[in-house]
């Protein structure tokens, strides 16, 4: 079984940075895509990046040039560096991973909860 463990939200006033972490596990499981997703209250989950195994990233138009994503592939870990944050990106940020073992499947994080206050 694939355990995902999310941390680094918080609560943080416009302008300022947060970084997210997120841990992968499986034993016999090698993990493919990772990245990170995020729902704002009364909308819909969307892609905020993600990152293959190779280290190619693409981003959500509204956080290019302020949020990195980034991975250690020896540690299985994603992590999301954001900055110059908004309320706007205020919600719940879930890590989801590929994990492959003979089949490709797809895991979700608990999530974590940034909030940006004004």
């Known amino acids: 079984q694939v355990q995902l463990v999310e941390s680094g939200g918080g609560l943080v006033q416009a302008g300022g940075s947060l970084r997210l972490s997120c841990a992968a596990s499986?034993?016999?499981?090698?993990?493919?895509?990772m990245g990170w997703y995020r729902q704002a209250p009364g909308k819909q989950r969307e892609l905020v990046a993600a990152?293959?195994?190779?280290?190619?990233?693409n981003y959500a138009d509204s956080v290019k040039g302020r949020f990195t994503i980034s991975r250690d592939n020896a540690k299985n870990t994603v992590y999301l560096q954001m900055n110059s944050l908004k309320p706007e990106d205020t919600g719940v940020y879930y890590c989801n991973v590929e994990a492959v073992m003979v089949v490709s499947m797809n895991y979700w994080g608990k999530g974590t909860l940034v909030t940006v206050s004004s």
């Open positions: 499986g034993s016999g499981f090698s993990f493919n895509a």
């Open positions: 990152i293959t195994s190779g280290g190619r990233s």
